[in-house]
């Protein structure tokens, strides 16, 4: 049987689950609780004590019929109705109501049913008009006869008082449940807070609590991130002493062919130094980014107004679309410059004009790059945000001097913010589109 259908109704935060969890087993016994009381106890001693009244109904219908007279039969009446607490009225008005009880007085259903299976002279029984006074007429030998006794006499009169108890006291050791899985799953939320400020590039304090197994993980969390900190670091220092090394023998390269005479080949050499000095920067930039700044609050707004100028500056046909309501958000300016101009300047470089829009939502904020070049097709994106991939077939490459990493390094921006970068096709310039997704 597929229960996929119920997945859209469950609660979908950890709380939610757990708090649906603690409380149907509770519910769910409360109710069956309910039910066999009901079912069971409450309306078997209801029928037990329904049917000594008929007894006493029986017994005094006998004596009103044996009697000679009314006068007689009246006497009889008197010299009963106060031994078998009962209120007789005879002879009555005739009643031509049928059986009348209130729709939820269950107990009500097997009084009358129970009365009327041992007294065949029962007319009709009313439990509507007074719910504290059961109210019944029967035909006797002298006329209608009216009978009004206490409801106490056929039904407990406390039953609610056991389905209250129960339910308040399901209902406090639900609260104290709760209140006690709320702290054992505040370690867990506090975890999974860590590891999503991670994920965006922030490192907040965190403290293993909990459970064993929750401290397990919390643990694992801790040495995980350390690990790929120390990672970083390492990589830093290594790319470092990687740009000390490689610059050294280029600054001598370049010395020597200053001092050669000018001709074909000393400019050829002079182009594949400066290529190699190119490679080198672009190569130290992709994988020295995360080593830039720290996430701050900053205003998108001013950030991508900032970059769209000076791409203007440089003699770029862009245009950006207005930005509307508050766009602070916790981010890396610097890296989001760096991907920013890395988009744009790849949306100048292979065609001539381009658009830049930023989205802001409740979580998120995108901002879309489009140009009118040549874009990239459907089945070759995925290759294109791989580190020093050349789409030959997707850019014109006569058309920049790029070595593939423009892409790689905002890709690689986005998803140390907790983002992503997704390309797409311009609907409206035709060319290539670039969505990048930061978190707010």
Request: charged share 25%.
């Amino acid at each position: 049987m597929n229960f996929d259908w119920l997945k859209r109704y469950m609660p979908r935060g950890l709380y939610g689950r757990a708090a649906l969890i603690l409380l149907v087993p509770i519910i769910s016994l409360q109710v069956v609780v309910s039910v066999v009381f009901i079912q069971r106890h409450f309306e078997d001693v209801t029928r037990q004590m329904t049917q000594s009244l008929a007894l006493e109904l029986a017994f005094l219908l006998e004596e009103v019929n044996t009697a000679q007279s009314l006068i007689e039969a009246t006497a009889r009446i008197a010299r009963l109705s106060d031994p078998l607490l009962l209120k007789v009225e005879l002879p009555a008005e005739r009643s031509i109501n049928p059986d009348m009880r209130r729709f939820y007085d269950l107990s009500g259903r097997i009084v009358i049913q129970t009365v009327r299976s041992r007294v065949e002279a029962i007319s009709s029984i009313d439990l509507k008009s007074d719910s504290r006074r059961v109210r019944l007429w029967m035909q006797t030998d002298h006329g209608e006869m009216f009978v009004s006794l206490s409801r106490r006499r056929v039904s407990a009169s406390n039953p609610h008082q056991f389905l209250v108890l129960m339910v308040f006291v399901g209902a406090v050791m639900s609260l104290v449940a709760f209140l006690f899985l709320r702290n054992q799953l505040r370690p867990i939320r506090r975890l999974s807070r860590a590891a999503e400020a991670f994920g965006k590039g922030r490192v907040v304090p965190y403290k293993a609590t909990g459970a064993i197994e929750v401290r397990s993980a919390g643990n694992a969390f801790l040495d995980m991130r350390a690990r790929i900190e120390r990672q970083i670091e390492q990589r830093t220092m290594m790319l470092s002493g990687v740009s000390h090394d490689l610059r050294t023998p280029l600054t001598r390269l370049k010395l020597g062919l200053t001092m050669l005479d000018k001709g074909d080949d000393t400019t050829a050499l002079s182009r594949d130094v400066e290529d190699m000095e190119r490679l080198l920067e672009e190569f130290l930039s992709f994988a020295r980014g995360d080593a830039l700044d720290d996430p701050v609050e900053t205003d998108l707004a001013d950030l991508v107004g900032s970059v769209v100028e000076n791409a203007i500056r440089s003699g770029g046909n862009i245009e950006l679309e207005n930005i509307s309501g508050e766009s602070t958000v916790m981010l890396r300016p610097m890296a989001v410059t760096r991907a920013l101009e890395n988009l744009i300047g790849n949306a100048l470089r292979y065609g001539t004009n381009a658009r830049v829009s930023v989205k802001l939502v409740d979580r998120a904020v995108s901002i879309s790059i489009e140009d009118d070049g040549p874009g990239i097709a459907p089945d070759l994106r995925k290759d294109a945000l791989k580190p020093f991939v050349r789409l030959d077939m997707a850019r014109n490459q006569d058309s920049g001097t790029g070595v593939g990493l423009g892409l790689s390094i905002a890709n690689d921006i986005a998803r140390r913010h907790g983002g992503s970068l997704r390309l797409d096709e311009s609907k409206s310039l035709g060319g290539l589109k670039v969505v990048l997704i930061l978190p707010r």
